[in-house]
């Protein structure tokens, strides 16, 4: 298996892991230049452990529960991939909150804060790069 490169390492990425079309587009919208967003319903398909590790956070909607389970989502990024991502958690009700703290989730947002709030996420993950 190659090894990333250095310049793959500092390309400005994060994940998205909602079905709402509306709040992804609102989220792609605020998404600073330079950024990349990948969508998707399962990590697997990102690839391994290095392909995750390359993306600076993540951001998990919390009352998806078609497509994947969120909580789910988080044990599987902290205690099987045993990788520290930031994952930034929105939606949901006080009970899925907890449920995701329980399960290592970072910040919790409200669902439409979750769109003004990227632009100052992106910004204190905006190392390297450009």
């Not at 990425?13 to 709040?23: S, V």
């Amino acid at each position: 298996m190659a090894s990333p490169t250095i310049a793959s390492r500092l390309r400005r990425r994060c994940i998205l892991m909602t079905r709402d079309a509306a709040l992804e587009r609102a989220l792609r919208a605020a998404l600073p230049q330079g950024w990349e967003m990948t969508t998707t319903s399962a990590l697997a398909a990102l690839g391994g452990f290095d392909e995750i590790l390359q993306h600076r956070f993540l951001l998990l909607d919390l009352e998806e529960s078609e497509a994947f389970d969120p909580v789910e989502v988080l044990r599987e990024l902290r205690f099987a991939l045993m990788l520290n991502v930031p994952a930034f958690c929105f939606g949901g009700s006080p009970a899925q909150r907890d449920a995701a703290r329980i399960a290592r989730g970072d910040r919790f947002f409200n669902r439409a804060e979750i769109v003004e709030r990227l632009p100052a996420i992106c910004g204190q993950y905006s190392w390297g790069g450009d």
